[in-house]
């Protein structure tokens, strides 16, 4: 006896909520694992982006929650660019961060929290682009 399963039965709540975010389709996904070969920030991930996009297909919220990986993304589109079903990781870590983000309830930065000389220091874009990355 074979086991179907229909797309909406695979689709849970968090899964819904990532597509609807990213607009990308998490199943299209099939761990060929090139976006982590090819992710310049995998080094300091501790689950590689073909990992966090398994995790969120299964709707491990959970899991994902401990994961700094999607902190980490620069979103720099090399995963995007080398996946050969043409599914935009770099949107669903964001998508993932968004979650996250709106579940607690707060920020993950806060511009208060960051020290004078370093806003001396760096340019005004790379502050309000790294803030507007790491809040919701």
């Not at 689950?47 to 929650?65: K, N």
């Not at 979103?75 to 983000?101: F, H, N, Y």
């Not at 607690?104 to 682009?129: D, F, Y």
């Amino acid at each position: 006896m074979k086991i179907r399963l229909s797309r909406e039965r695979v689709r849970g709540d968090f899964v819904k909520k990532v597509e609807m975010i990213s607009g990308q389709d998490l199943l299209q996904c099939y761990q060929c694992g090139k976006c982590s070969a090819g992710c310049p920030a995998a080094f300091e991930m501790d689950i590689l982006p073909s990992h966090v996009i398994r995790l969120a297909q299964m709707g491990q919220e959970e899991e994902l929650a401990q994961a700094n990986s999607y902190w980490i993304c620069f979103s720099c589109q090399t995963c995007t660019v080398r996946c050969p079903r043409g599914v935009d990781i770099a949107k669903i870590m964001e998508a993932l961060r968004l979650v996250t983000l709106r579940q607690k309830n707060r920020n993950k930065v806060e511009a208060t929290g960051l020290p004078p000389e370093l806003l001396a220091e760096l340019p005004q874009i790379a502050i309000v682009s790294s803030l507007r990355k790491l809040s919701g």
